[in-house]
């Protein structure tokens, strides 16, 4: 495995020549209104949030965003292990989970504002909805791919079956369900912001598509990049305590590849 | 009374065409208390599916299995089963003195003192300074030392231990099988010790179940009358080990009738 810390200067060096290609065809563009120039963007971005205008936004879709994402994380897992362990209940879920997981997530928003109104209980709501699948499916896969002999072990030294499935089949499985955890958080995030754009009650992705409205479109582009630099962060600060809690599996992983 | 018996015990599974496979077959023996005692015989005699039924991790299709003249009808709480797959069977999120605590752990022991019980079992099985790696980081014979550690933490009247050294390279096995003897003689624990090498059962044992070719019944039951503390190089070199390879050997090799 490459070294974490190298600094990647090619990607860099194509990142910093991609928004100077940007600052220069937006200056000899006749339609700037559209397509401002991202010193620009940035600037309104630091007025933006030097005035707390943002802030308040920021705010709300944080918080709507951790209340889905850990809700759906713990119900998710939940059931996961027991739909992973139990064949019998996997059985009964096995058509649900492989009707509704194709189903694109934000076509439950309309039926979830029928039933929940426009405040945060829906966009949180729709959040777990659609943060649910991944972290389900790979913690059944998980748990479905723990060798017998493990289980054994955990039986042979008289644990129960429900200390079975907290101390050995989510520990063993957690490999997996990180891979659905990460790929959640992606989904989070497009889940609060589009039913932010649907609902109108403020957070981001209200501010971005209201901007847009009212042909700011310089702060509705600071907009689309704080959201951005907010999901970078949240992946960044996921990766940082993958790193620390799954150190036994990189090794463990690596050794068998070897 | 003997501290483990087995009567008649046989297991047949229901294939997937639907026959039935009969893989042991009125199985009867026992184990007295403190007695290290193996079942040697071919591979894929059954010894595996002998050992799952006495561990109570499957049902037998008939015959009973006693502990302490209480029938097994699940696992039994004194009585614990090692594994041959130690990178199976090791906790891979725990580390050496993780996968130790375990042990007493699931006995409801969390205390100062149950880490020292089980650095000083990791002590006991040669891995002082291992504590903190985990099982990854460790070669295969090193593994097994962990699970038995592992096992002897919690503290069972019975170990059995399904070809537990089937997996390491040969030199690994002869250091191991010292290491269990010395254990065994410090720790009193009654052993039940399932391997296909007969040089492997006479080394160890007091005594030796000899099991026939699928479905397997017990041919004969061996005493091993070989002095302790036994040596690799003394014992292996002495007549009646000979002898007695020699006796089982036959037994074993006769084809099937």
Known sequence: MRPLKTINLAGLAFFFSLLLLWEISSRSSALQVYFPPVSEVVLSLFRLMLSQELLGHVGKTVKRFLTGYFLSAVLAVGLGIILGYFRLAYAFFEMLIEFLRPMPSVAIIPVAILFLGIGDSMIVAVTVYACTWPILINTIDGVRNIDRTLIHTGRTFGLGQWKILRRIALPAASPYIVTGLRISLAIALILVTTAEMVVGGGGVGYFILDEERSLRTSNMYAGVVLIALLGYGLNQLFLYIERKMMAWHRGAAAEEIV | ?257
């Open chain 2, 1 to 257: 009374m003997p501290l483990l018996k087995v009567e008649e015990l046989s297991k047949s599974y229901r294939q997937l065409d639907g026959e039935r496979t009969v893989a042991i077959e009125e199985i009867s023996f026992q184990v007295e208390k403190g007695k290290f005692v193996s079942l040697v015989g071919p591979s894929g005699c059954g010894k595996s599916t002998l050992l799952m039924c006495i561990a109570g991790l499957i049902p037998p299709s008939a015959g009973r299995v006693t502990v302490k003249g209480i029938e097994v009808s699940g696992p039994p709480p004194n009585l614990v089963l090692l594994f041959q797959e130690y990178n199976k069977s090791l906790f891979a999120w725990r580390s050496v003195l993780g996968n130790v605590l375990f042990g007493l752990e699931v006995k409801g022991k969390r205390s100062q003192q149950a880490e020292e019980k089980a650095r000083h079992l990791i002590g006991l099985v040669g891995l002082s300074g291992f504590e903190k790696h985990y099982p990854w980081e460790l070669s295969g014979g090193m593994q097994q030392r962990v699970a038995i550690a592992r096992a002897l933490a919690y503290e069972p009247e019975v170990l059995l231990m399904d070809e537990p050294f089937g997996s390491v390279d040969a030199l690994t096995r002869l250091e191991l099988e010292d290491a269990l003897l010395h254990l065994w003689e410090d720790l009193g624990t009654t052993i039940l010790f399932v391997t296909h090498d007969i040089e492997e059962a006479i080394y160890l044992s007091d005594s030796i179940c000899v099991l026939g070719r699928r479905p397997s019944k017990v041919l004969q039951r061996i005493d091993v009358s070989l002095s302790r503390p036994r040596n690799q190089l003394a014992t292996r070199a002495d007549m009646r080990f000979m002898e007695l390879r020699n006796e089982i050997y036959k037994q074993i090799g006769e084809p099937a009738h």
